[in-house]
């Protein structure tokens, strides 16, 4: 059985000037143990996609089509109260920024307890207990969860948040840019730690980024996003090594070797498509170097490059490393 499945997941806001389709279209699917990387630029949907997996989208989004299979249970057809004694157990997610949302005033463990109580319904004792093998999971001293996020560094509030994050048991977890306000030795400290929980727990793992270097270390399979879409998903040598997607080259080419200074978020020419226009043809047609007249006509669809390898290009056999 898969774990989940997303598929064809439409998630729209709905704002003053008209339906935004922040996500239109995205399918992927994700394994126990394995871990899939989200790439792409600010704005093209990367959170929203998160959102909605766990349910959490602010009251002006909505999930407007497709389905979430969480071991074939469809999360989008579930009520407020099924949802709600599912996520954090079956789905958890570290939020994009989250290492500052520790309450200043409180200690850390009793934070993560309070957490456990909520959904476990355990004792306090019991749930200090589990606070305590939560830090040592994610390799920091037990006696720490006596601290206040202020005696914490960086690092260690983003730790805490894993922990947090891990309180249920989750089989899936979602790290929705979990690293990126850390310097680069801690970031290394963190995805290590997460690989080795992903691996030990048999958790899947969604990664989410602007940095491709990132997820080729970090992940089996890497999805990259554009304008609410996949336009390529494939395993990370599918990606760097038999590109099939424009898009795709761009981001690569924003990201030298490792050691030289890495431009971020990456800076390709040209903006993203307004989202509330309706788009014909190809959305990346309009800053292409590959673009020709059908493209501008014809969206492309998703077409598979041997494997498990996807594109949606309608040049995607020709795209290659200049
Ligand atoms: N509550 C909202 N109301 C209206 N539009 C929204 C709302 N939240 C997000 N959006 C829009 O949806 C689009 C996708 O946003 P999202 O946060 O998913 O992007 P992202 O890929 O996570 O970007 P980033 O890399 O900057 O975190 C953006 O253009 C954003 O402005
Ligand atoms: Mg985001």
Known sequence: MTLLEVKDLKTYFDTSKGLYKAVDGTSFDLDYGEALGLVGESGC?????????????????????????????????????????RRWKDVSIIFQGSMNALNPVMKVGDQIAEAVVFHEKVSRKEALKRAEELFELVEMPAKRINNYPHEFSGGMKQRAMIAMALACNPKVIIGDEPTTALDVMVQAQILNLLEKLRKELRMGLILITHDLSILAETCDKIAVMYAGKIVEIGTVDDIFMRTGHPYTQRLISCFPNVGKEKILPPAIEGVPPNLLEPIKGCSFYPRCHMGIPICLEIEPESRELGGKHFAACHRSGEVSHE
Do not use: Q, W
């Open 45 to 85: 949907g990367k959170t929203t996609c998160a959102l909605s997996i766990t349910r959490l989208l602010p009251k002006e989004g909505k999930i407007h089509g497709g389905e979430i299979l969480f071991e074939k249970t469809d999360l989008v057809k579930l009520n407020d109260n099924e949802i709600r004694a």
